[in-house]
């Protein structure tokens, strides 16, 4: 059997890699069968939150499953009108990929504002201020506040999350509530808990790591005020793989330097950006000119470590399992200079030895392709969109001068059964913010 296409491999790795060993082409062909509609009404596509929540689902679904539908009775100017891909909420949803009209023939539906579905399955995206998820379909719970546009990111993600849950054969996918709060995730929401209407944007940031949730840090960046300094530290070129899971990355941008795919990006937004196209190392980033909050997106401890000795007054980092069994897995981290981290150098897993055993593998014409696809790990849009959600509220929560958590852990198949550490006081000097209304 031939190579599978490395631009979707690394998403049909969930179904390949589970115990139910699907063939590539077969997992493929399962998510391309897909017809996906997203619907939003004439009143939600003027929000913030229903702009991002349309944006969001096109960009992952289409990753995910490459064929999208959106209807909208309206074409409104987008909030952000800086945003790189269009000036109108259907033209940017046609330079995503998707076909502007009601697909009569769709298999699957997210609703934003809209209560009607006659598709089989359909969920709607919800959110409050700084609540966020969605709903089932037959759950009328009504909107709150839609100035929020992370929550509009999270909640279309989350609902193309259940998308692809129904796809794998999860019984509960669009079955029940899942709601989070942004602001808190580690508390219980409720409807009162909404989070604050004003809050501070970050002027100054340091993204180290520009792959899959570097750009979903990105993403998210790009439905907010822009700041003054945004420095992009990556090393690597766009692979094909990183089509699949980047959000700001396509096909044209392969071989490409990551950080002046995502300097492109940030440019246009308004950012001041500045690349530094190399490994992190303490004693070469040292600069009392930095910006304060760093956030790193990296898959292995040691470089983390490295950044974390770099003592930034801030560090909120995003760490996600790499196999079939826990790739939806969160975990957020805030450092403050004078803590220690808590990452654990260990022995890595060899479970791709398991793997290459596997019929989907040993079918391979390309063993040593084979290899290299069993030691990739697994990585879905969808997850990077709500980690950029999650981490970006934390950095807003410290710029905005209120205390965090050290660290929190949530799985997208359940996100409000979050288990978190201690609190992080709130800092002692300011940060640096932008005014911003949610």
């Known amino acids: 059997m031939t ?19 699907v063939g590539f082409a077969e997992a493929e062909q399962r998510l391309r069968c897909v017809r996906l509609s997203i619907s939003i009404d004439g009143e939600q596509a003027t929000t913030p939150a229903g702009q991002a929540a349309v944006l969001t689902a096109v960009a992952t679904a289409m990753k995910c499953f490459g064929q999208i539908s959106v209807s909208c009775p309206s074409d409104p100017a987008l909030h952000n009108h800086r945003f790189p891909i269009g000036r109108s909420l259907m033209a940017a949803c046609s330079s995503l990929g998707a076909t502007i009209s009601r697909d009569g023939q769709a298999t699957h539906q997210i609703l934003v504002g809209v209560q009607q579905s006659s598709t089989p399955f359909a969920v709607r995206c919800w959110w ?10 037959w759950d009328a719970v009504p909107l709150g506040s839609s100035l929020n546009p992370l929550a509009g990111v999270f909640a279309g993600a989350l609902s193309v999350r259940e998308v692809f849950a129904q796809v794998r054969g999860e019984s509960r996918a669009g079955r029940r509530e899942s709601v989070i709060s942004l602001w808190e995730p580690w508390m219980h929401t409720s409807l009162r ?5 004003v809050a501070y944007v970050p002027k100054k940031l340091w993204i180290v790591g520009l792959g899959h949730v570097g750009q979903g840090y990105l993403w998210n960046l790009g439905f907010l005020p822009a700041g003054t300094q945004l420095v992009l530290q990556d090393y690597q070129d766009v692979g094909d793989e990183n089509v699949g899971t980047g959000l700001i990355t396509s096909a044209r941008e392969v071989r490409s330097r990551k950080t002046r795919v995502a300097a492109a990006w940030a440019d246009a937004l308004g950012w001041r950006s500045e690349i530094i196209e190399r490994r992190f190392t303490v004693d070469r980033e040292i600069d009392t000119s930095r910006p304060p909050i760093v956030l790193t997106a990296l898959d292995d401890v040691v470089p983390r470590i490295a950044v974390a000795q770099a003592r930034f007054p801030y560090l909120v980092d995003a760490g996600l399992g790499h196999s079939a069994s826990d790739f939806e897995v969160i975990q957020v981290r805030v450092i403050r200079s004078s803590d220690q981290h808590t990452w654990t150098v260990g022995l890595t897993s060899a479970s791709h030895d398991r793997l290459l055993t596997t019929e989907p593998y ?10 290299t696809l069993a030691s990739a790990s697994v990585a879905v849009p969808f997850v990077g969109a709500c980690a950029g959600a999650l981490v970006l509220s934390q950095a807003i929560r410290i710029t905005s001068l209120k205390p965090t958590i050290s660290i929190l852990q949530t799985e997208l198949g359940s996100p ?16 640096g913010g932008t005014e911003a209304r949610f």
């Open 3 to 21: 190579m599978p296409s490395m631009v979707m491999s690394r998403i049909t790795k969930v179904l390949t890699d589970s115990s139910d060993g």
């Open 128 to 137: 409050d201020g700084w609540l966020a998820g969605y709903r089932p379909r």
């Open 193 to 197: 808990d909404v989070g604050p209407t």
């Open 362 to 371: 040993s079918e391979l014409s390309d063993q040593c392709g084979a290899f």
């Open 416 to 431: 409000d059964a979050i288990s978190h550490g201690s609190e992080v006081p709130a800092p002692t000097t300011n940060p």
